[in-house]
C-alpha cells in the first residue's frame, strides 16, 4: 500500500504472507518471568519470542503511578489481557499494553480509561462539537474515548454506531477471554488495506486506487458501513501498466534500499542507520547558487529542501528511534530558526509522533520519531551472510596473508605428514603471483617443501 500526496510517494506499507503486523492484536497470555530490577515482565502470548510488559503499562484502579512496583500487580502464571503496540523487531519481542484500545472509523474507545480526548490536527470550534458530543457518549458506558482526525464533520449519529460497535466488541472480547486457556489470540487486527482505509481515508483524499477486485469489494462494503459518501472514492484500477509501477511506487520503495536521496536543487542527503540512531548528513552537491546569491543564501536553500525531504525520507523508509540530522552549517540565526520551522511544518503531515530539539550551533538537530514496526528495508532485506551486514568484506590480499599465517602456524614444530590448503581461486593466484615468490620465502623460512 503507498500513499502519495501532490504525486510523490511519501509512505508504504509491506505486508507479506507469515510477516504481517501485530500492533493492535489482543491477546490472553500468561506471564512467563517478572524481573523486578526491569520493573517489567516477559508474557506468552504465543509468538515465538515472549512479549515484554512495563509497570507503567499494566493496569491497576486505584494505585497511584508513583507507588506502583511490578512484583506487587502481577506474579508468574497470573493470565492477563494485553495488547501489542509495537511489533517484534530485531532480538526484541512484541512490546504489550494492559491498557487497551480498540479502533473504530471515528473513534478508539478505551475500556479502562475516562474521559474524552480529541485529535489536536481538528480545528477548535469542531473539537468543541466532538467533545460535546462525545462526553454525552461516555456516560453511557464505561471506559473513555479518543477522537480520530477522521471525525471531522462527522454527524452524532454515525458517532453513536461507532462506539455501540466498539463497546459490543470489547462485550464480546472478555467474553471470549473466559472461555479460553492462555496464551489465546483474541481480536486481531484489520490487515494493512483495511487499516490505512480507516484511519487516512477522509475528504482531503482525492481517491482511493485498488488493483484486485476482492479487495476492492472488502474496501467499498466497509466504508458502505462507515463513511457511505466515501465509496464512490474507491476505484478499481485496470491498467495495462501494472499499478505500483504506473504511479513510481516500485521505484520509490527500491529507493529506500539506497544511501542517497536526491533534492530538487541538485544536493543530496546520506542516510545511514546505526544499531544506537540514524543520521542525515545534507550535502549541496552540485547546486553552487545562482547569479548574486551569497553562500550563505545557496546553504540555506538547500537546507530548507533537505527539511522537506527529510520528513518524507522518514515517512518513506519509517525510520524510527533517535534521529540526528547534519544540516549544512549556517552563519544566520534567523536561518537556523527559519530550516527549524520548515522541517516542523513538514513534520505535521507525519502521523508518528515525533519531538525536534533546537539546531545545535554545528548545525545538527536531534530528534526522535516514533516507528511501531519495521519499515520497507527490513522487510526486503536481510544480513549479507559475508560482511553480517556491515557493508564491508575483507580483500582478497588480507585472505592470502592469512593463509601464510595459519601455514607457518600448522607448520611449526612439524616433522612429518602432509596436508592440503584449499583456498577460493583470487586468493591461490596472489599465493602464485610474482612466480611463487611468497610459497618460495615460506619453503625457505620453514625448511618444508610446499
Not at 459490543?168 to 483495511?194: G, N
Not at 466515501?230 to 501494472?242: C, I, M, Q, S, T
Not at 545538527?364 to 568484506?393: A, F, H, K
Amino acid at each position: 500500500m503507498a500513499l502519495l500526496e501532490d504525486g510523490r510517494v511519501s509512505e508504504c506499507h509491506i505486508e507479506r504472507r507469515g510477516q504481517r503486523s501485530v500492533v493492535g492484536h489482543v491477546w490472553k497470555g500468561k506471564v512467563e518471568s517478572v524481573l523486578a530490577g526491569m520493573e517489567a515482565c516477559f508474557i506468552d502470548v504465543g509468538l515465538a519470542k515472549n512479549g515484554f510488559l512495563h509497570v507503567d503499562e499494566v493496569v491497576a484502579l486505584g494505585v497511584p503511578k508513583h507507588k506502583r512496583q511490578i512484583a506487587d500487580l502481577v506474579r508468574k502464571g497470573d493470565q492477563v489481557i494485553v495488547q501489542a503496540i509495537k511489533d517484534p523487531m530485531g532480538t526484541k519481542g512484541a512490546r504489550l499494553t494492559m491498557q487497551l484500545s480498540l479502533a473504530g472509523r471515528f473513534l478508539v474507545y478505551v475500556p479502562y480509561g475516562d474521559g474524552v480526548g480529541v485529535s489536536k490536527r481538528l480545528a477548535d470550534e469542531e473539537r468543541q462539537r466532538l467533545r460535546k458530543i462525545c462526553g454525552a457518549l461516555v456516560k453511557t458506558s464505561s471506559g473513555g474515548v479518543i477522537v480520530r482526525t477522521a471525525a471531522a464533520g462527522v454527524s452524532e449519529a454515525e458517532l453513536q454506531r461507532d462506539h455501540a460497535l466498539l463497546v459490543r466488541l470489547w462485550a464480546a472480547l472478555q467474553k471470549r477471554a473466559e472461555q479460553v486457556k492462555a496464551p489465546s489470540l483474541l481480536y486481531s487486527e484489520a490487515d494493512v488495506s483495511l487499516r490505512i482505509v480507516r484511519d487516512l481515508f477522509r475528504q482531503g483524499v482525492d481517491e482511493v486506487l485498488v488493483d484486485e477486485e476482492e479487495q476492492h469489494r472488502r474496501l467499498v462494503e466497509f466504508l458502505r458501513r462507515t463513511s457511505p459518501e466515501l465509496a464512490d472514492r474507491v476505484r478499481l484500477y485496470e491498467g495495462k501498466v501494472p499499478m505500483m509501477r504506473a504511479f513510481g511506487v516500485d521505484k520509490a520503495v527500491r529507493s529506500t534500499l539506497n544511501r542517497r536521496a536526491p533534492l530538487p536543487s541538485g544536493g543530496y542527503l546520506v542516510i545511514d542507520d546505526t544499531e544506537a540512531m540514524t543520521v542525515i548528513d545534507v550535502n549541496t552537491g552540485r547546486h553552487v547558487g545562482k547569479g548574486s546569491s551569497s553562500l550563505e543564501e545557496t546553504i540555506t536553500r538547500t537546507n530548507l529542501e533537505a527539511a522537506a525531504e527529510v520528513v518524507r525520507q522518514l515517512r518513506l523508509r519509517d525510520i524510527g528511534g533517535i534521529v540526528i540530522i547534519d544540516f549544512i552549517d549556517m552563519e544566520d540565526r534567523k536561518n537556523r530558526a527559519a530550516v527549524k520551522k520548515a522541517l516542523e511544518q513538514a513534520l505535521e503531515a507525519d502521523r508518528s509522533r515525533t519531538y525536534v530539539v533546537d539546531i545545535s550551533p554545528l548545525g545538527l538537530v536531534e530528534m526522535t520519531r516514533q516507528n511501531i514496526s519495521d519499515g520497507p528495508r527490513e522487510i526486503l532485506t536481510e544480513p549479507c551472510p559475508s560482511c553480517e551486514g556491515t557493508g564491508y568484506v575483507v580483500t582478497d590480499e588480507t585472505h592470502a596473508i592469512e593463509v601464510e599465517r595459519e601455514v607457518r602456524e600448522a607448520l611449526a614444530g612439524r616433522t612429518e605428514g602432509s596436508f592440503v590448503v584449499g583456498v577460493h581461486p583470487r586468493v591461490a593466484a596472489l599465493l602464485r603471483e610474482d612466480g611463487g615468490a611468497r610459497l618460495t620465502d615460506l619453503e625457505e623460512d620453514t625448511g618444508k617443501a610446499l
